[in-house]
């Protein structure tokens, strides 16, 4: 049987991808700083591999939280349903 799950209104939809960017953006980017050393006064500086690293971990956040997760932080704090694959 199939789950039917409703479709959220479009500013959650898109206020919760924003704030999902933002999220992974600035925590995963002070993450990497600090352990890559590359801290500035300001925040942080990526560049080269680390900031290839920021960009896979963007992404791999998004995948996974939507496909095997259920929804990302923010999804589920404005209740943004998600449907998921069958197994």
Known sequence: MEETVQR???????????????????????ALGRLTGNMTDEGFSLTGAP???????????????????GGTIWDRIFHIGRPQPAD
Do not use: E, H, N, S
């Not at 959220?8 to 002070?30: P, Q």
């Not at 920021?54 to 939280?65: C, E, H, P, R, S």
């Open 51 to 69: 900031a290839v690293v920021l960009f896979a971990l963007i992404v791999a956040y998004f995948w996974i939280g939507r496909r095997y997760a």
């Open 8 to 30: 959220a209104k479009v500013w959650k939809r898109v206020l919760g991808a924003i704030l999902d960017f933002l999220t992974i953006f600035f925590v995963g980017g002070y």
